[in-house]
């Protein structure tokens, strides 16, 4: 993990220099990714890698209970150390209509990582999609197992496993990046009668980022000017972490208090910062007021109502999104209570009142582990379900609390969620505080980096709210706001990932060019004591951004 830290600390010019200077000889990492059953499987990613024409072993495991089971592995050898793995497969079952099939890496005598998850079914191919960064295991064999160790007949088809450097993992990052959220310009000067001027002087600053990236908030932020500048100085973007949630602006039956989040909200208001709704449900009964959980299923359904109709005629039109209902596929007070249909009525009451936001499902351990409750696949199909009975849910929230991060596996994660073509946002991103300030630093970046150069990623939320000087496991400063490493990290990625100042002067066409990332930007040229300020934005696009100015 250390190579990789080090390797991710590479400016961008030096990047640059590398592609510039000798071409990207290097595999290509491939997106592709398929969330619906097939008849026949695809054709495997990178021609099968170093799995090319090889077919896998059937292993004997026996299970706690002492019945054996048959499982296949692909046997490995010459594993490097640092080297980072893509796995793909298709798989079909047989014996049981369907079940969890995990691809794990590992030995006999060492802990086994997860490489990758797929909810298989019978009669049709599904893809498995995952990878593995090869360093302390002694990574000897990949294990394809039924998550509850049925007997199970697995078919195998395609399988993949391509390696890259970390050095070919980060340019294929940047290549992503360049594609999805950078454009090239060309700005053009010329006098009033239209002639092109040659050495004219410019000045270009990127004034605000197309980008998302920002912090959870809370009731402690409120009148903290020095915590507050030192947010607007890194942020465009906020979620409050508990203001909105229903324990908080009722925790009595008919006592509502929106006093915190109405003074959170004049701050973003003021400052003009993006803020996500979190949320209006959540399904786990831990986090339900006591007294709900204590009304009859017709007074639940009054009060979910209520609650609905509460935040809706107060904030329609201040959220651009509202996590509607949170940790569906873990937990389900509501359609325990009010049946299946409870969450689609959610979504159709909230659309109705605030037709402008964006309504998402709110998760976790979709992207950060192999959790069997909510794998990729679980998660597509919920969606899925939901919006084939009409639910207006329109945005895919990925929580993000990392143990130690997956790479590979995020990004397959990312690829296959992002077949729904729906935007995708990590809304409550942290690293786990078992690990020292370094590592959960290590950690933050590759998920940042992960995330950011993902295309079908819209936006990042850390959650790092500071209250009574700690937060929920990872603060990016210490209580008299000093960064921490996770705080470094966030302000070198926050630079690299902006133009900045540009200087310079048009060429013998009246021309200067660059290579910006995506937001607004203002512009000075100035030719022979002459001067003039203008303003222009860079939107998503594959084509070149062309901007004329006259002195």
Request: with cysteine; net charge negative; proline share 4%.
């Amino acid at each position: 993990m250390k190579r990789m830290r080090s390797h991710a600390m590479f400016s961008l010019s030096f990047l640059y220099w590398m592609l510039s200077v000798s071409p990207y000889d290097g595999p290509l990492y491939d997106s592709s990714a398929f969330s619906e059953c097939k008849q026949y499987p695809e054709n495997p990613l990178y021609g099968g890698g170093i799995l090319k024409d090889k077919l896998p072993e059937f292993q004997l495991f026996t299970r706690a209970d002492g019945i054996t089971v048959n499982f296949p592995i692909f046997k490995l050898q010459d594993i490097t150390p640092g080297t980072i793995y893509s796995f793909s497969t298709w798989i079909k079952i047989k014996n049981a209509d369907s079940a969890v099939i995990t691809a794990s890496v590992g030995d006999k005598d060492s802990d086994e990582l997860c490489v990758g998850t797929v909810d298989a079914k019978a009669g049709c191919w599904s893809f498995l999609k995952g990878g593995f960064v090869a360093s302390s295991l002694n990574i000897s064999s990949i294990y394809l197992k039924n998550s509850d160790e049925q007997d199970l007949e697995i078919e195998i088809a395609s399988a993949s496993l391509q390696p890259f450097t970390e050095q070919q993992w980060l340019l294929n990052q940047q290549t992503k990046i360049n594609m999805a959220r950078k454009r090239t310009v060309t700005i053009h000067i010329s006098n009033k009668q239209g002639v092109r001027l040659e050495n004219a002087s410019l000045t270009v600053e990127q004034v605000s980022k197309d980008f998302l990236l920002g912090s959870a908030i809370a009731y402690t932020f409120i009148g903290n000017t020095p915590y507050q500048n030192w947010f607007l100085e890194r942020f465009n973007a906020a979620v409050f972490e508990d203001e909105i949630k229903w324990y908080t602006t009722e925790p009595k039956q008919g006592q509502l208090n929106y006093t915190l989040a109405d003074e959170l909200l004049e701050f973003v208001r003021r400052n003009q910062i993006t803020v996500r709704g979190h949320n209006i449900f959540w399904e786990d009964p831990k986090y339900t007021p006591e007294w709900v959980q204590n009304l009859t299923d017709s007074e639940l359904k009054s009060a979910v109502n209520s609650r609905i109709q509460s935040l809706m005629s107060k904030y329609k039109d201040e959220f651009v999104h509202w996590d509607v209902n949170n940790e569906l596929l873990h937990f389900n007070f509501y359609e325990q209570r009010l049946g299946p249909n409870a969450t689609l009525e959610f979504y159709r009451t909230v659309h109705q009142q605030d037709p402008l936001a964006t309504l998402f499902l709110n998760e976790f351990n979709v992207v950060e582990t192999c959790d069997s409750r909510s794998t990729v696949d679980k998660y597509i199909a919920k969606i899925r379900e939901l919006k084939e009975d009409g639910m207006s849910m329109n945005g895919i929230g990925l929580e993000g609390h990392f143990g130690a991060p997956n790479p590979p596996r995020i990004r397959a994660t990312l690829d296959k969620l992002a077949t729904l073509g729906l935007p995708i946002w990590l809304t409550e991103v942290d690293i786990r505080d078992t690990f020292s300030k370094e590592t959960q630093g290590i950690y933050l970046e590759q998920v940042l980096r992960e995330g950011f150069s993902h295309p079908a990623v819209d936006g990042i939320m850390l959650w790092s709210a500071i209250r009574r000087n700690k937060c929920y496991r990872m603060c990016l400063t210490d209580p008299d706001l000093n960064n921490l490493p996770t705080g470094d990290v966030v302000d070198k990625l926050l630079k690299e990932w902006d133009t900045g100042i540009l200087k310079g002067q048009t060429d013998e066409h009246g021309s200067y060019s660059f290579y910006g990332f995506l937001g607004e930007y203002k512009l000075t040229a100035s030719y022979e004591g002459k001067v003039v300020d203008a303003a222009f934005s860079l939107s998503p696009s594959h084509e070149t951004k062309h901007f004329s100015v006259q002195l």
